[in-house]
């Protein structure tokens, strides 16, 4: 899997610009946050997350 540099969503080995956001992707990353209700969760609003996804955690 690879993260996007700008959005942090995580994407397919292939993609090489984010499907969401339209971002460079890079295969280095580490940590994983699966977010099912962007919401309520106070993990997600700590980190800025807004939508339902899976995000890296720290992306370089």
Same mark, same amino acid.
């Given at each position: 899997?690879?993260?996007?540099?700008?959005?942090?969503?995580? =994407?397919?080995?292939?993609?090489? !610009?984010?499907?969401?956001?339209?971002?460079?992707?890079? %295969? #280095?990353?580490?940590?994983?946050?699966?977010?099912?209700? =962007?919401?309520?969760?106070?993990? !997600?609003?700590?980190?800025?997350?807004?939508?339902?996804? %899976? #995000?890296?955690?720290?992306?370089?």
């Amino acid at each position: 899997m690879n993260a996007c540099k700008v959005c942090k969503r995580l =994407a397919d080995d292939e993609a090489t !610009a984010c499907p969401h956001c339209g971002g460079a992707t890079t %295969q #280095y990353w580490s940590g994983y946050l699966g977010v099912l209700d =962007a919401k309520e969760s106070k993990i !997600a609003n700590k980190v800025s997350i807004k939508e339902d996804g %899976q #995000y890296a955690l720290k992306v370089r």
